[in-house]
T-cell receptor
Framework: EAQVTQNPRYLITVTGKKLTVTCSQNMNHEYMSWYRQDPGLGLRQIYYSMNVEVTDKGDVPEGYKVSRKEKRNFPLILESPSPNQTSLYFC??????????????FGPGTRLTVL | EDQVTQSPEALRLQEGESSSLNCSYTVSGLRGLFWYRQDPGKGPEFLFTLYSAGEEKEKERLKATLTKKESFLHITAPKPEDSATYLCAVCGANSKLTFGKGITLSVRP
C-alpha cells in the first residue's frame, strides 16, 4: 500500500530535550516536505526537499533541522524544543514538487507537546 | 507574498442542501490551485488540482471551479460523510505551497 508513515504519532517532551520525528514514504517520490498545523493558522511549511541531499527552508524553519540522506526518509529534528513548537506536524511527499501540479500525499500526523 | 483566504470558516448544512465553499487567492504566477479534504486527526487527502481560469473538475458530489481570483468547491446534495475540513492551497512561481485556514463543513442527517 502506497503511504507516508510518521513516528511517533504522539509525543510529550520537555523544553530543550532533542527529538527526531521520522518520516518515510514507499512511493519513490522525489519531493518531501514537513508542515505544522496550528489552530487559526492553518498548514505552514517548515522545510522541503526536492531530492536526496537537496533541502530548503519553507515559511517557518526556525528551530528545526532536516536531512535527506535517502530518497524514502526525511526526518525532522528539533535540537532544543520549546513550548511554541507544540503543534500537529505532517510529512508529505509527491512525485515532483507542487510546482508541477502534483498532488501531495500526507502522513497521519505527529502531535507534539513541549512542556 | 502568496495569500489564500477561505470562507466561510464553518458551514453547517442539512443533508441534501447544496452549497459552495470559497477560496480567494493572490499569487505570483499560478502553477496550480489545490483542494484537499481533512478528517479530524488525519492528514489532508488530495481532491483536485486546477491550473487555469475556466477549468472545472468533478468527483462524486464535489465540483471545483477556478477564476483568476478565486475558486469554488460546490457540494451537491451533501451527505453526512462529506463532513470534514476542506483546505485550499496555491502554488506560485516560487514553487511553494500556501494553504488557507480551511472551511469546516458539517452535514446533518
Amino acid at each position: 500500500e502506497a503511504q507516508v508513515t510518521q513516528n511517533p504519532r504522539y509525543l510529550i517532551t520537555v523544553t530543550g530535550k532533542k527529538l527526531t520525528v521520522t518520516c518515510s514514504q514507499n512511493m519513490n517520490h522525489e519531493y518531501m516536505s514537513w508542515y505544522r498545523q496550528d489552530p487559526g493558522l492553518g498548514l505552514r511549511q517548515i522545510y522541503y526537499s526536492m531530492n536526496v541531499e537537496v533541502t530548503d527552508k519553507g515559511d517557518v524553519p526556525e528551530g528545526y533541522k532536516v536531512s535527506r540522506k535517502e530518497k524514502r526518509n526525511f526526518p525532522l529534528i528539533l535540537e532544543s524544543p520549546s513550548p511554541n513548537q507544540t503543534s500537529l506536524y505532517f510529512c508529505a511527499s509527491s512525485r515532483k514538487g507542487a510546482g508541477g501540479g502534483e498532488e501531495q500525499f500526507f502522513g497521519p500526523g505527529t502531535r507534539l507537546t513541549v512542556l | 507574498e502568496d495569500q489564500v483566504t477561505q470562507s466561510p470558516e464553518a458551514l453547517r448544512l442539512q443533508e441534501g442542501e447544496s452549497s459552495s465553499l470559497n477560496c480567494s487567492y493572490t499569487v505570483s504566477g499560478l502553477r496550480g490551485l489545490f483542494w484537499y479534504r481533512q478528517d479530524p486527526g488525519k492528514g489532508p487527502e488530495f481532491l483536485f488540482t486546477l491550473y487555469s481560469a475556466g477549468e472545472e473538475k468533478e468527483k462524486e458530489r464535489l465540483k471545483a471551479t477556478l477564476t483568476k481570483k478565486e475558486s469554488f468547491l460546490h457540494i451537491t446534495a451533501p451527505k453526512p460523510e462529506d463532513s470534514a475540513t476542506y483546505l485550499c492551497a496555491v502554488c506560485g512561481a516560487n514553487s511553494k505551497l500556501t494553504f488557507g485556514k480551511g472551511i469546516t463543513l458539517s452535514v446533518r442527517p
